[in-house]
């Protein structure tokens, strides 16, 4: 994956995630309808915008999508918001440093019980498209393999749309092309 070619990429997300084959999933056979879009880490920035311009397009062209757009880092706050350890979390970070709240989080962070808080999200309505974007943002806490091994039986057959900064082949994820992990997840990438 080249950075020059990043634009190139980005700019058929749209097209491709509102053609008729898309959302019918056709010629998926009986595989999850999850794709990757795996981007270099430098365009975050970049990324975020062409997301916001995909979502404002789809509100704005494409209604008859139903879709939901979910950053896990906004998910993240509004969670730990819910389990009222957000403040606490802030002073613990202060007086013990980031590695005591990482222990801390741990626990409620585990990507079982932080997908119920994502599950409420998807449940409003029957969704078409599932877009997930800041994975980068919420690591060590939740990993792109585990978010999306839990969100099989919630998604159902609802085509979903990582969005991963770093390198995905295909089968393992590399986050910010510095961190491999060795966990083995099948996911299309949605623009080769």
């Known amino acids: 994956m080249k950075n020059d070619n990043f634009e190139n990429r980005a700019n058929k997300i749209l097209t491709t995630i509102t053609t008729p084959d898309f959302l019918s999933k056709k010629g998926l056979g009986n595989e999850i309808p999850f794709y990757v879009f795996d981007y270099p880490p430098d365009k975050e920035l970049e990324m975020r915008r062409q997301i916001e311009t995909i979502t404002t397009h789809l509100q704005k062209h494409h209604a008859h999508i139903k879709f939901i ?7 993240m706050i509004s969670y730990l918001e819910e389990k009222g350890i957000l403040g606490k979390s802030f ?13 801390a989080l741990s626990a409620p962070m585990q990507p079982e019980r932080f997908i119920k808080s994502l599950s409420k999200q998807i449940h ?44 995905y082949t295909g089968q393992s994820f590399k986050l910010f092309n510095l961190l491999k992990d060795n966990h083995y997840y099948r996911a299309f990438r949605l623009i080769p």
Not at 69 to 75: E, G, Q, S, V
Not at 91 to 102: D, F, R
Not at 128 to 151: E, M
């Open 69 to 75: 757009h979910i950053n896990l880092f906004k998910t």
């Open 91 to 103: 002073e613990m970070e202060i007086e013990k440093g980031s590695e005591a709240l990482l222990k």
């Open 124 to 167: 409003l309505t029957r969704l078409d498209l599932i877009l997930i974007d800041g994975v980068g943002s919420i690591w060590p806490l939740v990993r792109a393999h585990s978010l999306l091994n839990n969100l099989q039986s919630i998604t159902r057959e609802t085509s979903l749309v990582l969005f991963y900064p770093g390198k």
